[in-house]
């Protein structure tokens, strides 16, 4: 006679998707750097704790770009830890839905003075994450670090945002990735702090640089002059123009 086995109440039946599913290899992280200073040093820290990490740049079109390339670069090899990976650079152009963003066209950048929400880009995190993720799928990394501050409360630097975006990972291409966000609550004086002994010079957080040299004028190079005068920290950033004297909180 045939013995039927209860089927357990939690079980479920196999599904065609879960021949995709993608295993991650331990011990590897990916990490979306700008080559600004929060992620260069997030960047820095996560690779001294250890493991194969990849530093990733993606090129959507903004103005700046290529000096900010560079710089990672320069700060990627200067960090001379051999577990940290060449940087990969990644495409996703922005300049068909975004081409008149002052991001892109590098004119009407937010001045010195200018409120830090007026460094916001529409779906900058979203974009970054989404070609990030495929990247991450393909070289069966789980686990992915970006660098927002307490300043970015954007609506795609919230945490049920991405907690949101890895289950949608999960399910659209079967990587069960990590989203981490290290930095997250911390200011750019803490970032200052936490990358002492970094070369912190070959950074840049400028939206109108000449290779390492920051405008000194625009909102992001406030945001760094600012960051280091509340860590107390001398500054060797080479600015153009002198920075102002500090801006009234908005």
Not at 65 to 78: G, H, K, N, P, S
Request: hydrophobic share 45%.
């Amino acid at each position: 006679m045939t013995r039927f086995i209860p089927m357990a109440r939690n079980h479920k039946p196999p599904s065609p998707a879960d021949d995709y599913l993608i295993q991650p290899e331990p011990g590897r992280i990916a990490v979306l750097a700008s080559g600004g200073m929060d992620s260069s040093v997030m960047l820095g820290w996560i690779a001294r704790r250890g493991g194969a990490v990849f530093p990733v740049y993606i090129r959507a079109g903004l103005s700046w770009e290529r000096d900010e390339l560079a710089a990672l670069r320069r700060f990627a090899r200067a960090l001379k830890l051999p577990n940290l990976e060449r940087v990969t650079a990644l495409k996703i152009p922005m300049g068909d839905v975004a081409g008149d963003h002052w991001s892109v066209t590098g004119r009407n950048v937010p001045g010195y003075h200018a409120a830090l929400s007026s460094n916001y880009i529409l779906g900058r995190n979203f974009t970054l994450l989404a070609k990030a993720a495929i990247f991450c799928a393909r070289n069966r990394i789980g686990e992915i670090a970006m660098a927002p501050l307490e300043s970015n409360p954007f609506p795609d630097a919230r945490p049920e945002f991405f907690r949101a975006f890895a289950r949608a990972v999960e399910l659209g291409v079967g990587l069960p990735l990590k989203i981490l966000t290290p930095f997250a609550g911390m200011s750019k004086a803490d970032v200052v702090r936490r990358g002492a002994g970094m070369p912190l010079e070959l950074t840049l957080s400028c939206a109108r640089p000449r290779g390492l040299a920051h405008c000194g004028a625009c909102t992001k190079c406030a945001e760094r002059v600012q960051g280091f005068r509340a860590a107390g920290v001398s500054d060797p950033t080479p600015y153009a123009r002198a920075p102002a004297r500090p801006r009234a909180a908005h």
